[in-house]
């Protein structure tokens, strides 16, 4: 695209379909705590697959 | 829906129900004030004709074309279709505890939400073994089929009862065990009590650890005093120094507040990331706005502009390899959470509840002391279902605010205390917060799309 450049892959809406498995971490958005966004956190079901792809078979 | 916004150079468009993030040129910013599905094969002709008096007729064409695909391919205007998920994992097992394992505080930090420990209560407490085991106990068997928990200590001053968090990590360790649980711990101090003993413990047992402290020393002491009214800093950054070094850096993060003192607080970040340490964060006072050190409205435009200078600052470091995460900018565009997550963020009163020294549970950290937000008592193992539910429907659809907001799936509804606190009800947004919110995402966005144009 010319006019256009998007920067992300976009995929809200299959991970409506695939997530709420609840295993990643409670997240208080509070100043006197964690105090960050959701969006900051990251996916733990991702960061296990991704882990397993990296590590040797 | 669709946000967009100019800021240092870019031209952004979010698109909100997909989660898009577009950099756009002028012809297309402008195009979106003026076109909106459904489309047409081609641009209407008074929309050409409307543009056509800044840009040339075949860009206009192509720029309709692009902005017709985008739709079309589901990143642009995009539907809305999440409200149907609000029921999964509505009755969501718990997951994470905070242990306020001591009320009582060393210091007096002038802006102090616990009101120095006291939270609602008449007098400060301290959490006994006997009390900690039977929080353990309902966490353990309230998480269900959950694997991953979260124990996390706090205050006043959790090491103020350093020989009872000792007791029940152990506890919690051998118990988890059994139970076939993951249980990871955090613990947030304000350094006074750290010694060698205490650092190791940490860096042995918990996952991350939350360090308290303002920035330079004249802004922190300032504000978070002793009894005797001497700042902490000195103390503080010694031993945060230790112990961040002893875990090689990671899994722990330095946490300040700004007030009206400083709102030039990129300064105090600053000083911070040049006294070594590279997790961040620091956030708006949040208080009643009679308290002296409060930020207002009026404190607005000079906060936004203050985001700025940091958001580039940072951005400048990053582009030359250096640089440290500053929590509030860092945001992943493709493996954040899921939506089901996104439609209730932190999951108080769900996910998550605290416990006080008297083993009374609370929907958080935030509303304990509360006699209305009381959900129950770990000492007999019961829970009030009414209010679990109420916190459970507490999501961006149930609070009227948030429907329309651009920032929901970033923000989540914001924070159910901070919006009961300051409005009586925990679904009505705290607004104060949310401009703030909004402002750090643009920024945090507008760093994304600035890196994305190096490669
Ligand atoms: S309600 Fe607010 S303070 Fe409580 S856990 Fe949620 S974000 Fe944190
Ligand atoms: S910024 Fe405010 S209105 Fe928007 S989603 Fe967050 S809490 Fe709701």
């Known amino acids: ?57 | 829906m669709i946000h967009k916004y100019k800021l240092c150079g870019y031209n952004i468009v979010l698109d909100i129900n997909s989660g898009a993030v577009h950099v756009v040129d002028e012809l297309v910013y402008d195009m979106l004030d003026n076109i909106s599905p459904p489309f047409e094969a081609s641009c209407s002709e008074r929309v050409a004709n409307k543009l056509s008096r800044f840009y040339d007729k075949e860009e206009i064409i192509t720029c309709y074309e692009e902005i017709r695909k985008l739709h079309e391919s589901g990143t642009l205007f995009s539907e809305d279709d999440y409200e149907k998920f609000t029921e999964q994992s509505a009755d969501a097992p718990l997951k994470a505890m905070c242990l306020i394992v001591e009320q009582d505080c060393n210091l007096r930090c002038e802006y102090c939400f616990a009101e120095a420990g006291k939270y609602g209560f008449d007098e400060c407490a301290a959490m006994d073994f006997k009390v900690g085991k039977k929080a353990i106990d309902f966490l353990i068997k309230n998480s269900k089929e959950r694997k991953n928990l979260e124990i996390d200590f706090f205050g006043g001053e959790p090491l103020m009862n350093f020989e009872v968090v000792k007791k029940i990590t152990e506890y919690a360790r051998s118990k988890g065990k059994r139970a076939g649980k993951i249980i990871r711990f955090t613990l947030t101090t304000n350094g006074i009590l750290l010694d060698d003993e205490k650092i190791n413990f940490i860096n042995k047992e918990m996952s991350n650890v939350v360090l308290s402290l303002d920035g330079r020393k004249e802004t922190n002491d300032r504000v978070r005093k002793r009894l005797d009214g001497t700042g902490c800093y000195d103390k503080a950054i010694s031993e945060f120094k230790t112990l961040a070094d002893r875990r090689g850096h990671e899994n722990y993060y330095i946490r300040g507040t700004f007030t009206k003192y400083n709102l030039d607080f990129t300064s105090d970040v600053y000083h911070l990331y040049e006294q070594g340490f590279d997790q961040i964060s620091i956030e708006p006072v949040i208080g009643k706005p009679d308290m002296p050190c409060a930020v207002s409205d009026r404190d607005l435009p000079r906060i936004f502009s203050e985001y700025e200078i940091l958001a580039k600052r940072i951005l400048a470091d990053k582009k030359r390899g250096k640089g440290f995460n500053f929590f509030h900018f860092m945001l992943d565009l493709d493996q954040g959470p899921c939506a089901i997550k996104r439609l209730r963020g932190c999951g108080a009163g769900s996910e998550y509840v605290a416990v006080t020294p008297d083993g009374g549970i609370y929907p958080c950290h935030q509303f304990a002391g509360f006699p209305e937000y009381k959900m129950g008592s770990v000492l007999d193992g019961e829970m009030d279902k009414a209010l679990k539910k109420t916190f459970a429907g507490s999501h961006i659809y149930s609070k009227s605010d948030c429907v329309d907001c651009w920032a929901k799936f970033y923000c989540s509804g914001g924070c159910n205390a901070n919006n009961y606190i300051f409005n009586g009800d925990i679904r009505m947004p705290h607004r104060f917060s949310c401009l703030i919110q909004k402002k750090r995402l643009e920024c945090a966005i507008m760093m994304k799309a600035a890196l994305a144009d190096e490669v």
């Open chain 1, 1 to 57: 695209m010319k006019h256009v450049k998007t920067i992300n892959e976009a995929n809200l809406k299959e991970t409506a379909e695939t997530g709420g498995c609840g295993k990643c971490q409670a997240s208080c958005q509070s100043a006197c705590k964690t105090s960050c966004t959701v969006a900051n956190q990251k996916c733990e079901s991702k960061v296990q697959e991704n882990q397993k792809l990296k590590s040797p078979a």
